[in-house]
C-alpha cells in the first residue's frame, strides 16, 4: 500500500438516524416505533428512518409513498430543520472542543483530524471514545465513529457497527477489514453504478480491487485508477477545515405540477426569501443569482445573471430571479412545471456591502431584517411575504 509520511489520525462521526432520533428523544412515546422524517404530500421523500422502520426495507431518500408500501404503520414526522439545526451546532462545537479540523459534510456527519490533537487529549481512539460521550452527555443522541489513517477508511469504518459504533481501522488491518465488503460500501460509487460493477461479477472490494483495467474501463473510464486506490483503501485528501461556502439555495418539488405563471412566480417568491434569509444568517452578500426550472418530463434548466454590488437584500435578488423565470417561461408558455429553486452564489462578506447606500435598498433591509428577527423567534413560517400569497387568492 502507498506510503503517505507519517499516519494520520482522522475521525468520521456519523450520528446515527440524526432527525428521527432527535424526534424519539423529544417525545418518548416513539421510542421503539418505525419513525419517519420527511414530507408526506404527493412527491414527499424520506428524510430520515429510525432503526425500527429501516428493517422493512425503508431508506432515506425514498420516495414516502414507497415507504409507506413497505411499513403501512410508520409514525410520519414534518421534517423540523431549525431544531434539526440547533442541535447539530451542538454538536459541532463539541467536535471543536477537541480539534480545529473539521470538515461539516451535512448537519449530523463530519470528518475530524486529531493527528495534532493526540498529545492534549490522548490517542484518536480515546479521542472518539470521549466524543461520543459528550454528544450524549449534551443531547442525549448516539453517533457511530470511524477511526482510521485517512476519510475513506474512516468513512467505511463509521458505518459498519452502527448504532453507537465505534470501529478501529489501522494501515495493518485495512485490507482485511476492506476485502470481505460489499462494493456497495465503497462512498461514492452509487446504486446504479454499484449494479453495473456486481453485474460484471465484482462483489467485494478484493475483486474490485484485483479487477483488470479491460473490466473496469467501461464503466469507469479514465477514473479506473482511482478506484481501485479506492478499493484498496488509499486515500491522501486531507480534511479540510472550515469549507468556503460556494452557493447557498432553496428548491422545492411541487406535489402536482404547475403551469400557471402567477404560481410560479409566487413560489419564487418564497424561495428567493429562503436563500436569501439564508444569506443574511451567514452574514454574506451574492453577486449571481441562477432560477433552476425542471419541467414535467424531469428536463432541467438554469438561468443566471450576475448583479453588481453583490447584495443579501430579498427585493433586489428577488427581481433578479422573477426576470429570469419569466423570460424562460415566455419561450415555453404552458408547461408544466415540477420543480423549482433560487440559488445565489459568487458569494462574500457582508461587510464588504457599500455603507453609503441609501434610498429604498436601504429600507427593503431593514425590512429583510426584521422579518428575520421574527422567523428566528417563532419559526420560518410565522410571517410570509404579500407578494408571496399571491396563488392563495383563488
Known amino acids: 500500500m502507498r506510503s503517505t509520511g507519517p499516519a494520520r489520525a482522522i ?34 421523500v424520506v428524510a430520515a428512518a429510525s432503526y425500527e422502520v429501516r428493517k422493512f426495507g425503508v431508506h432515506s431518500a425514498m420516495p414516502m409513498s414507497t415507504a409507506l408500501r413497505l411499513c403501512p404503520h410508520a409514525v410520519c414526522i414534518t421534517p423540523r430543520m431549525q431544531h434539526y439545526q440547533s442541535i447539530s451546532a451542538q454538536i459541532f462545537s ?14 449530523d456527519e463530519a470528518f475530524l483530524d486529531v493527528t495534532a490533537s493526540q498529545a492534549l487529549h490522548g490517542d484518536a481512539v480515546h479521542i472518539a471514545r470521549a466524543i461520543k460521550a459528550r454528544i450524549w452527555q449534551a443531547t442525549h443522541l448516539t453517533a457511530s465513529v470511524g477511526v482510521a489513517h485517512n476519510k475513506l477508511v474512516a ?18 488491518t485495512t485490507r482485511a477489514i476492506l476485502d470481505p ?92 426569501d429562503l436563500a436569501c434569509a439564508r444569506l443574511r444568517r451567514k452574514a454574506l452578500v451574492a453577486g449571481c443569482v441562477t432560477v433552476k426550472i425542471r419541467r414535467h418530463d424531469f428536463t432541467t434548466f438554469t438561468r443566471q445573471r450576475r448583479i453588481s454590488p453583490p447584495t443579501n437584500d430579498t427585493r433586489a ?22 420543480l423549482l429553486g433560487v440559488g445565489v452564489t459568487h458569494l462574500s462578506d457582508a461587510d464588504q456591502l457599500d455603507l453609503f447606500r441609501s434610498g429604498p435598498p436601504r429600507a427593503a433591509s431593514a425590512l429583510d431584517g426584521t422579518l428575520d428577527a421574527i422567523r428566528q423567534k417563532f419559526g420560518a413560517r410565522a410571517l410570509t411575504r404579500a407578494g408571496n400569497l399571491e396563488d392563495l387568492a383563488d
Not at 468513512?155 to 495493518?172: M, Q, R
Not at 477545515?241 to 419564487?268: G, H, N, V, Y
Not at 428577488?318 to 408547461?335: D, I, Y
Open 11 to 44: 475521525l468520521h462521526v456519523d450520528m446515527d438516524a440524526f432527525y428521527a432520533s432527535i424526534e424519539q428523544r423529544d417525545d418518548p412515546t416513539l421510542k421503539g416505533k418505525p419513525v419517519i422524517v420527511g414530507g408526506t404530500a404527493g412527491r414527499g
Open 94 to 107: 463539541i467536535f471543536r472542543e477537541f480539534t480545529p479540523v473539521v470538515e461539516g459534510l451535512s448537519l
Open 155 to 172: 468513512k467505511i469504518a463509521s458505518d459498519l457497527n452502527k448504532p453507537d459504533g465505534l470501529t478501529v481501522v489501522t494501515p495493518e
Open 181 to 272: 465488503l460489499s462494493v456497495r460500501r465503497l462512498p461514492g460509487l452509487g446504486r446504479k453504478t454499484g449494479a453495473r460493477v456486481e453485474e460484471l461479477g465484482i462483489h467485494t472490494f478484493a475483486e474490485l480491487r484485483r479487477a483488470p483495467d479491460a473490466v473496469l474501463w467501461p464503466v469507469f473510464g479514465r477514473y479506473t485508477h482511482r478506484v481501485r486506490e479506492r478499493a484498496s483503501g488509499i486515500d491522501d485528501r486531507p480534511v479540510v477545515a472550515d469549507l468556503e461556502e460556494k452557493s447557498i439555495s432553496a428548491e422545492d418539488t411541487f406535489s402536482t405540477d404547475i403551469a400557471d405563471p402567477a404560481r410560479l412566480q409566487s413560489e419564487l417568491a418564497r424561495l428567493a
Open 317 to 338: 435578488l428577488g427581481s433578479v430571479a422573477r426576470e429570469l423565470l419569466a423570460l424562460w417561461l415566455a419561450g415555453n408558455p404552458g408547461v408544466r412545471i415540477r
